[in-house]
Protein backbone atom coordinates (compact mmCIF):
# COMPACT_ATOMS: atom_id res chain seq x y z
CA UNK A 1 0.00 0.00 0.00
CA UNK A 2 1.70 3.27 -0.86
CA UNK A 3 1.52 6.15 0.97
CA UNK A 4 -1.71 8.19 1.64
CA UNK A 5 -2.23 11.40 -0.16
CA UNK A 6 -0.60 14.18 1.11
CA UNK A 7 -2.53 16.70 3.44
CA UNK A 8 -2.36 19.69 1.41
CA UNK A 9 -4.22 21.38 4.44
CA UNK A 10 -2.19 20.95 7.34
CA UNK A 11 -0.83 24.34 7.92
CA UNK A 12 -4.60 25.65 7.26
CA UNK A 13 -6.32 24.28 10.62
CA UNK A 14 -4.71 24.97 13.87
CA UNK A 15 -4.19 22.26 15.95
CA UNK A 16 -1.54 21.17 18.66
CA UNK A 17 0.36 19.32 15.91
CA UNK A 18 0.04 22.45 13.04
CA UNK A 19 1.29 24.52 15.48
CA UNK A 20 4.50 22.43 16.75
CA UNK A 21 5.35 21.91 13.30
CA UNK A 22 5.24 25.44 12.07
CA UNK A 23 7.07 26.20 15.18
CA UNK A 24 9.88 24.14 14.01
CA UNK A 25 9.37 25.12 10.56
CA UNK A 26 9.81 28.55 11.70
CA UNK A 27 13.36 27.99 12.89
CA UNK A 28 14.35 25.03 11.07
CA UNK A 29 12.67 25.38 7.73
CA UNK A 30 12.96 27.01 4.04
CA UNK A 31 10.12 26.90 1.32
CA UNK A 32 11.06 27.86 -2.40
CA UNK A 33 9.73 27.81 -6.02
CA UNK A 34 12.71 25.31 -8.28
CA UNK A 35 13.52 27.21 -11.06
CA UNK A 36 13.49 24.79 -13.55
CA UNK A 37 10.07 22.96 -12.33
CA UNK A 38 8.21 25.73 -10.98
CA UNK A 39 7.19 23.07 -7.70
CA UNK A 40 6.57 24.97 -4.80
CA UNK A 41 8.55 23.15 -2.04
CA UNK A 42 8.52 23.09 1.73
CA UNK A 43 11.49 22.05 3.65
CA UNK A 44 12.78 21.22 7.15
CA UNK A 45 16.40 20.36 8.00
CA UNK A 46 17.56 18.50 11.27
CA UNK A 47 20.44 16.44 11.84
CA UNK A 48 17.84 13.97 13.48
CA UNK A 49 16.01 11.97 11.33
CA UNK A 50 13.91 9.79 13.51
CA UNK A 51 12.19 12.77 14.61
CA UNK A 52 12.10 14.12 10.96
CA UNK A 53 10.06 11.47 10.28
CA UNK A 54 7.70 11.95 13.28
CA UNK A 55 7.22 15.49 11.83
CA UNK A 56 6.45 14.08 8.16
CA UNK A 57 3.88 11.28 9.96
CA UNK A 58 2.36 14.41 10.96
CA UNK A 59 2.07 16.17 7.94
CA UNK A 60 1.36 12.85 6.38
CA UNK A 61 1.24 11.97 2.96
CA UNK A 62 3.86 11.88 0.17
CA UNK A 63 7.53 13.81 1.17
CA UNK A 64 11.08 13.15 0.12
CA UNK A 65 13.49 12.73 3.08
CA UNK A 66 17.03 12.61 2.64
CA UNK A 67 20.90 13.94 3.19
CA UNK A 68 21.69 17.30 2.05
CA UNK A 69 24.94 16.17 1.41
CA UNK A 70 26.81 12.41 1.46
CA UNK A 71 29.15 14.36 3.86
CA UNK A 72 26.21 15.77 5.82
CA UNK A 73 24.88 14.89 8.98
CA UNK A 74 22.06 17.20 7.90
CA UNK A 75 18.53 15.65 6.97
CA UNK A 76 16.13 17.42 5.00
CA UNK A 77 12.52 16.98 4.60
CA UNK A 78 10.49 18.22 1.63
CA UNK A 79 6.90 18.70 0.95
CA UNK A 80 5.97 19.34 -2.73
CA UNK A 81 2.43 21.50 -2.47
CA UNK A 82 1.45 24.86 -3.97
CA UNK A 83 -1.43 24.64 -1.81
CA UNK A 84 1.02 24.06 1.72
CA UNK A 85 3.21 26.70 0.73
CA UNK A 86 0.39 29.34 0.23
CA UNK A 87 -0.66 28.83 3.32
CA UNK A 88 2.82 29.26 5.02
CA UNK A 89 3.04 32.14 3.06
CA UNK A 90 -0.38 33.41 4.62
CA UNK A 91 1.10 33.03 7.99
CA UNK A 92 4.04 35.53 7.40
CA UNK A 93 6.67 32.53 6.23
CA UNK A 94 8.50 33.98 3.77
CA UNK A 95 11.79 32.32 1.33
CA UNK A 96 15.38 33.49 2.91
CA UNK A 97 14.05 34.26 6.01
CA UNK A 98 16.08 33.99 8.60
CA UNK A 99 16.88 37.72 9.01
CA UNK A 100 13.53 39.19 8.29
CA UNK A 101 10.90 36.90 9.93
CA UNK A 102 8.94 38.20 12.40
CA UNK A 103 6.47 36.31 14.56
CA UNK A 104 3.48 34.73 13.97
CA UNK A 105 -0.39 34.91 14.67
CA UNK A 106 -0.79 31.78 16.94
CA UNK A 107 -4.16 30.81 19.00
CA UNK A 108 -3.41 31.24 22.63
CA UNK A 109 -4.04 27.66 23.74
CA UNK A 110 -1.91 26.52 21.23
CA UNK A 111 0.82 28.79 21.93
CA UNK A 112 3.09 26.03 24.03
CA UNK A 113 3.17 24.01 21.02
CA UNK A 114 4.65 26.38 18.44
CA UNK A 115 7.33 27.91 21.44
CA UNK A 116 8.17 24.15 21.70
CA UNK A 117 8.75 23.36 18.27
CA UNK A 118 10.87 26.58 18.07
CA UNK A 119 13.36 25.40 20.69
CA UNK A 120 13.08 21.92 19.27
CA UNK A 121 14.52 23.87 15.43
CA UNK A 122 16.82 26.08 17.26
CA UNK A 123 16.86 26.54 20.88
CA UNK A 124 18.81 24.43 23.82
CA UNK A 125 18.03 23.24 27.31
CA UNK A 126 21.74 23.00 28.99
CA UNK A 127 23.35 23.68 32.56
CA UNK A 128 25.50 26.18 33.77
CA UNK A 129 27.12 24.45 36.37
CA UNK A 130 24.07 23.25 38.45
CA UNK A 131 21.27 25.77 36.97
CA UNK A 132 19.32 24.64 34.00
CA UNK A 133 19.60 27.19 31.04
CA UNK A 134 17.21 26.87 28.00
CA UNK A 135 18.01 29.36 25.59
CA UNK A 136 16.15 30.24 21.69
CA UNK A 137 18.25 31.22 18.51
CA UNK A 138 17.40 33.21 15.50
CA UNK A 139 18.90 35.33 13.16
CA UNK A 140 15.56 37.83 13.52
CA UNK A 141 15.57 39.83 16.66
CA UNK A 142 12.14 40.95 16.20
CA UNK A 143 11.08 37.25 16.04
CA UNK A 144 12.25 36.21 19.47
CA UNK A 145 11.47 39.46 21.10
CA UNK A 146 8.09 39.35 20.34
CA UNK A 147 8.18 35.23 20.93
CA UNK A 148 9.95 36.17 24.53
CA UNK A 149 6.96 38.61 24.61
CA UNK A 150 3.92 36.22 23.87
CA UNK A 151 4.97 33.49 26.42
CA UNK A 152 5.08 36.30 29.21
CA UNK A 153 1.76 37.64 28.59
CA UNK A 154 0.39 33.69 29.01
CA UNK A 155 2.73 32.59 31.77
CA UNK A 156 3.81 35.85 34.11
CA UNK A 157 7.61 34.37 33.39
CA UNK A 158 9.11 37.67 32.41
CA UNK A 159 10.77 38.33 29.01
CA UNK A 160 14.57 37.80 28.22
CA UNK A 161 16.48 40.68 27.11
CA UNK A 162 17.58 40.16 23.36
CA UNK A 163 21.21 39.36 22.92
CA UNK A 164 24.00 38.99 20.13
CA UNK A 165 26.36 36.42 19.64
CA UNK A 166 28.22 37.00 16.51
CA UNK A 167 25.38 36.94 14.02
CA UNK A 168 22.66 35.02 15.99
CA UNK A 169 20.29 36.54 18.35
CA UNK A 170 19.46 34.75 21.27
CA UNK A 171 17.16 35.08 24.57
CA UNK A 172 17.89 33.16 28.05
CA UNK A 173 15.69 32.18 30.27
CA UNK A 174 17.86 30.40 33.63
CA UNK A 175 17.18 28.59 37.08
CA UNK A 176 13.59 28.92 38.32
CA UNK A 177 12.21 30.74 35.58
CA UNK A 178 13.61 28.23 32.82
CA UNK A 179 12.27 25.67 35.35
CA UNK A 180 8.51 27.01 35.16
CA UNK A 181 9.00 27.80 31.11
CA UNK A 182 9.94 23.89 31.05
CA UNK A 183 6.84 22.74 32.88
CA UNK A 184 4.19 25.55 30.41
CA UNK A 185 5.70 23.73 27.57
CA UNK A 186 6.34 19.77 28.59
CA UNK A 187 3.92 19.06 31.27
CA UNK A 188 0.86 21.28 30.85
CA UNK A 189 0.37 21.19 27.10
CA UNK A 190 2.35 17.71 26.46
CA UNK A 191 2.66 17.01 22.52
CA UNK A 192 4.88 16.46 19.92
CA UNK A 193 8.66 16.98 21.60
CA UNK A 194 12.36 16.07 20.10
CA UNK A 195 12.48 12.82 22.87
CA UNK A 196 16.48 14.70 23.17
CA UNK A 197 15.24 17.64 24.72
CA UNK A 198 12.38 16.36 26.63
CA UNK A 199 14.70 14.52 28.63
CA UNK A 200 16.93 17.38 29.49
CA UNK A 201 13.08 19.23 30.39
CA UNK A 202 12.52 16.28 32.81
CA UNK A 203 15.92 16.92 34.88
CA UNK A 204 14.76 20.57 34.89
CA UNK A 205 11.69 19.63 36.65
CA UNK A 206 13.24 17.41 39.39
CA UNK A 207 15.79 20.38 39.54
CA UNK A 208 15.65 22.80 43.21
CA UNK A 209 17.71 25.63 44.11
CA UNK A 210 19.97 25.83 46.61
CA UNK A 211 18.58 28.81 48.06
CA UNK A 212 15.46 30.85 48.09
CA UNK A 213 15.44 33.05 44.74
CA UNK A 214 15.40 36.34 45.07
CA UNK A 215 11.52 38.16 45.18
CA UNK A 216 11.94 39.41 42.05
CA UNK A 217 12.32 36.19 40.31
CA UNK A 218 9.20 35.29 40.48
CA UNK A 219 6.50 37.20 39.51
CA UNK A 220 2.77 37.09 41.00
CA UNK A 221 1.29 35.55 37.80
CA UNK A 222 4.33 32.58 38.38
CA UNK A 223 3.36 32.15 41.67
CA UNK A 224 -0.12 31.43 40.43
CA UNK A 225 0.24 29.37 37.51
CA UNK A 226 3.13 27.24 38.75
CA UNK A 227 2.42 26.70 42.59
CA UNK A 228 3.46 22.90 41.76
CA UNK A 229 6.79 23.62 40.49
CA UNK A 230 7.62 26.42 43.22
CA UNK A 231 7.33 24.76 46.56
Known sequence: MGRPARNVDFFRVWTPEMAYVLGYWWSDGHMRIKN?????LIEIASNDYDHLVVIAQAISGNYSLRKVAVTSNTYLISFCSK?????????????????????????????AHFVRGVIDGDGTL????????????????KM???LGLSVERMTGIPAPSVSLNRDNYYIKWSTVRAKCLV????KQNVGLAMPRKLAVAELFLQWQPRRKPNSDTITDEMRLMFLDYLS
Open 36 to 40: DTGAH
Open 83 to 111: EMYQDVLAHGGTPRKSRTIDFPYVPDELL
Open 126 to 141: TWNGDRPILQIYSGSP
Open 144 to 146: IEH
Open 183 to 186: AWLY
